[in-house]
């Protein structure tokens, strides 16, 4: 297989705009729908969610699902009506409750009500999480200024260890995986509910991580041929280097991306959405790497007129590290 | 290839102690994965106290832990978190309601003068108390670590904790109402008094000073005591001396001298200052896993990744051959190795702990695939296996470096702004790629390198399919 890169690159770069685009405009509506780009879970907005699952020892208990408006009439009484519930689980016996931020006399009151309504509970089985506004504020702002912090880092290391070129246009594709990887979560927001907790801003920063790996394997190998073949076009550097390393970026992808399936298919609730977002990102970031931060570097030589490696430090031998 | 040998000594030696490692330490499982209750509280100021320093969080941290020493949690752990914040962990915690009634809420400080007639039942009532406490931590330092509790000692540490509440209450009821508060205290200070031993300094307001001195006169040479409480739990009893039985201890300043040690002053004058605090604390974030739900969530977790890891062994094989063999052989050392590490550097595993290993576990896969890809390029471009396999190495090691390197940086900035969930993913991520960096270059090397120093391994057609024909034997480096 061989993939011609830069003259298709027109192609390339239009399915990555339209995706971007795509992802602009969701977190747009999303952004009417729910005042922020995506649909902000617990850790960001602040609230209490109760998670209680019917004790089925007990006989008789778990004959049948919970009864959602069963729920919904107790709420009611205790002035929490603009709750969301989910009834969770195989047999439906588990429900979560998403409310405001409650104190612990509110909540161990609705815990007594609900329990006695639609209960018993097993007490070993619940899960309470509950998040005051402040808390919310401090982990979107962490959240956000590690993202930052990293891209900096990512900059100035690469900056180092190539030019300042490869690494703004690394940073440019970063952004872009960056981008899908939101834009599909403000889809499924707007779709199915689905929100976005620390956990998504993590699966964010170790996109950045890999994806900038996959990018800096094709670079380090489009200077390694400039080095070699300093007479040749930047467009043959780049689509060499990058067939040259094609079956390494698929096979990596493969390999990273198989757990994380497997975590996405059977693993716990918890990391369901944690593990979905690394395999659009992955994915975001071995496209890009390939047919994006590629191409645009070949472009970008091209321009400021290097089509030829006119650049005579690349030419010179790079100081060699030793294994 | 004598240096290969002895690499592979240091390699089985490094295995080994890890295998060590791991039966002999156990390995910490967060709360999300064995159960109990994270809370952050909240320091709230005051109008009296606007700005909280590193002074009020120290007082005020003492207060939460006598509070959640009270709860009977083992393995509970109170620290400080940014400039006005505690976090609490409490593994294990039955009673979650309970617990955040208990930590929220301004310390209670009460000075209070002991009943006539009491001096025996208290003598005897602390006697009981101190056999109880004495159990209570015999227990609790007999628990392994980080494990979880069976419901029988549970139960047991439920009892001892009720049986301890009892004793303080018997205790407390034993001493006089008191209106003399910790709002009224406004300074404690640990001194020494010239020898070994220890004094601590009280000093009160105006209005405090007054009603001190009504309590000393009232009680002095009595023999009866002055009894301390922090929430509602007696700290200290001094006697006041028969000299202030006229006008009791005036000036708003009195000292408590006695047994104490550096430590235990310095102890006591933290839990006076804490109490005298009227710091209002307010739990803002309160994390529960139920025990059950721990363990569910991290065998499902588990088993998931480890089958998808069982995929990319296999694909390893199928797809490079002995070299993804022997990376598979190189894995399985990176997941010993670093597994006891986690366990040497008692890091914390929580769910997305998990998941960050597992993903290192990728990252090390990827340096694999640099190294076997280059291998094959050279091979294809006619050298010998000896020289491919070497340059292979060599020239797969500037992508492998920089492309850890970057992942090292997120994990950095991860670590440094993260909290809670979002650490313990960047510090097992980081410890992985760290390890996997040594295990890529080292451990696939020296395998390498001796199975081709082997005769029956040396066709390239195990390292690169097709190409015998090409060339049938390699020549010696």
Redo the contacts between chains.
Sequence with gaps: MKLNIIQQRGLWWAISGALVLASLVAMAISWQQFGAPLKPGLDFAGGTRL?L?RACTITDNCGEAIDLAGVRQVLGQQGLDSSSLQVLGDDQQVLSIRTRNLD?DE??TLQSALDEAIGPF???????????P??GQ??LV??L???L??FA??VA??SL?FKLDYAVLAILALAHDVAITAGVFAILGLVLGVEVD??F??SL??I???S??DT??IY??VR?NLKLNPGSHINDIVDSAVN??L??SI??S???V??????F???????KY??LA?IIGFLAGSYSSIFVASSLLALWRERIGQAYSGDPDEAAPQPE?Q? | MAKYRAWLGVILALTIAAVVIITQIPTRLGLDLRGGSQLTIQVQPTEAIPTITEREMEAVQTVVEGRVNGLGVSEAVVQQLGNNQLLVQLPGVSDPEQAERVLGGTAQLEFRAQRPGTDQQLAIENQVLQAHLGELAALQASLPDGTAIDAETQARIERLQADIKASETAIAGLFEPSTLGGDKLTDAIARPTGGTLWEVVIQFNNEGGNEFAEISKAIAGTGRTIGIFLDNRLLSAPTVNVQYAETGITGGSAVISGNFTAESARDLEIQLRGGALPLPVEVVENRTVGPTLGRDSIQRSLYAGLAGLALVLVFMVVYYRLPGALADLALIIYALLTWAAFNLLGVTLTLPGIAGFILSIGMAVDANVLIFERTREELRSNKTLYRSVESGFFRAFSSILDGNVTTLISCLALFYFGAGLVKGFALTLGIGVLISMFTALTCTRTLMFLAISLPQFRRPSLFCPGLDTVRPNPVRP
């Design positions: 998670q699952t612990v909540r161990t097993d007490t070993s089985s619940t899960q309470i999480d509950s998040v005051g402040v808390i401090q982990l962490s959240g200024l590690a993202l912090v990293s880092g990512i290391y690469l260890r620390s956990l801003i993590v920063l170790t950045v991580g890999f900038v790996n800096v394997v380090d190998r390694e040259q390393t079956s390494r096979n990596t493969l390999t990273t198989l757990p994380l399936v497997a975590i298919i059977f693993g716990g609730q918890t990391l944690f593990a690394l590290t294994i």
